[in-house]
């Protein structure tokens, strides 16, 4: 029996140890994956939104899409109803801010920096949301993020003049 009390004593200390690695790493932590998917419903690609100190770490892999550069955003609401996703409502912009990384009173937390996409028709985008966590992501109505069919401006507000919304992809935790 003293090797079970001992057993038992040694776990407890492993559990409070491993209680103090989460309280270092803080609060936060985790990752959410979208899969994304054309208006047709194929799958063409992934995001994952993955938690850092300094935010929230996008990363975004696309295939089919057609040459040139694309806006990409993260909407506020977690719905991808085809075919032109507008389910997803505007930009996840829960500090009010107006859109556009050129523009001085912007962006939203939702802008994303153009996605280029090669003449194969496959374009990778990777960017950092400062102060963006897991939870805003993924609160009560969700988000998306969704490719549209033209570059964003980075300017005008509220969307980027940048097209249709061509895929979408809801984000949910990983």
């Not at 897991?134 to 969307?159: C, F, K, N, R």
């Given at each position: 029996?003293?090797?079970?009390?001992?057993?038992?004593?040694?776990?407890?200390?492993a559990?409070?140890?491993?209680?103090e690695?989460?309280?270092?790493?803080?609060?936060?932590?985790?990752?959410?994956?979208?899969?994304?998917?054309?208006?047709?419903?194929?799958?063409?690609?992934?995001?994952?939104?993955?938690?850092?100190?300094?935010?929230?770490?996008?990363?975004?892999?696309?295939?089919?899409?057609?040459?040139?550069?694309?806006?990409?955003?993260?909407?506020?609401?977690?719905?991808?109803?085809?075919?032109?996703?507008?389910?997803?409502?505007?930009?996840?912009?829960?500090?009010?801010?107006?859109?556009?990384?050129?523009?001085?009173?912007?962006?939203?937390?939702?802008?994303?920096?153009?996605?280029?996409?090669?003449?194969?028709?496959?374009?990778?985008?990777?960017?950092?949301?400062?102060?963006?966590?897991i939870?805003?992501?993924?609160?009560?109505?969700?988000?998306?993020?969704?490719?549209?069919?033209?570059?964003?401006?980075?300017?005008?507000?509220?969307?980027?003049?940048?097209?249709?919304?061509?895929?979408?992809?809801?984000?949910?935790?990983?």
């Amino acid at each position: 029996m003293r090797i079970g009390h001992i057993g038992i004593a040694l776990m407890a200390v492993a559990a409070s140890g491993c209680a103090e690695d989460a309280a270092r790493r803080g609060p936060a932590r985790g990752a959410a994956l979208a899969t994304v998917a054309d208006a047709s419903g194929k799958v063409i690609g992934t995001a994952t939104a993955r938690a850092e100190k300094a935010g929230l770490r996008i990363t975004v892999s696309a295939a089919t899409l057609a040459p040139g550069q694309h806006g990409v955003h993260i909407h506020a609401v977690g719905r991808c109803d085809a075919p032109a996703f507008m389910t997803a409502g505007g930009h996840w912009n829960p500090s009010g801010a107006q859109h556009g990384a050129r523009n001085p009173a912007g962006p939203h937390e939702g802008d994303l920096p153009n996605m280029i996409v090669g003449k194969d028709g496959r374009g990778t985008l990777g960017a950092i949301i400062p102060g963006a966590t897991i939870e805003g992501l993924l609160d009560a109505d969700g988000s998306v993020l969704v490719i549209h069919a033209a570059a964003d401006d980075l300017v005008t507000d509220p969307s980027g003049n940048s097209g249709a919304r061509v895929a979408c992809g809801v984000f949910g935790r990983n």
